[in-house]
């Protein structure tokens, strides 16, 4: 399945909203495999009031929430989660994460997230975040899919 989707194909898919929906879209998605997504970081965002006036940078721990939620989408569509319509993925750990340079209002980040391991309860997969080309952050994320509380 290679398909491309926009937000609200993704609220389908995650239960997060505004202000904490933070992937625009989904330009490929090679179930079991992996997902290219998209986010348009612009000034008018929250977290841009305090980190920092007059300097806004986005924090990396958003951008590592993004690249978790574009794994999200991932192991929701695979076939590990068919069948499990009252769960959820729940984040559980990151390694290997680093951070390469700051994000801005008026970038683009491309995640690119692949399957590293799909079982029928846990997800680990490996994130990298792009901005024109150049790598910004990237991590290895693990993800149970467990049942809604």
């Known amino acids: 399945m290679d398909e491309v989707f926009d937000v609200e194909k993704i609220m389908g898919f995650l239960p997060h909203r505004y202000p ?9 998605l090679v ?5 290219v997504a998209i986010k348009n970081v612009t000034f ?16 990396g721990v958003l951008i590592i929430e993004a690249m978790a939620q574009a794994g999200g989408v991932l192991a929701v569509t695979s076939s590990a989660f068919e069948g ?5 993925i729940y984040f559980m750990a ?7 340079q700051p994000v ?19 997800a680990k997969i490996k994130g990298e975040a792009f901005v024109d080309d150049n790598l910004v952050a990237e ?5 149970l899919i467990g049942e809604k509380t």
């Open 20 to 28: 904490f929906l933070l992937i625009d879209r989904v330009i490929e």
């Open 31 to 35: 179930r079991d495999k992996r997902i």
């Open 44 to 59: 008018n965002e929250p977290q841009f009031q305090g980190h920092f006036p007059g300097n806004p940078v986005m924090p």
């Open 84 to 88: 499990k319509k009252n769960n959820l």
């Open 94 to 100: 990151m390694d290997k994460v680093r951070f390469r």
């Open 104 to 122: 801005v209002p008026g970038d683009q980040i491309v995640f690119k997230v692949e399957v590293l391991k799909l079982k029928t309860k846990v």
């Open 139 to 143: 991590a290895e994320l693990l993800a």
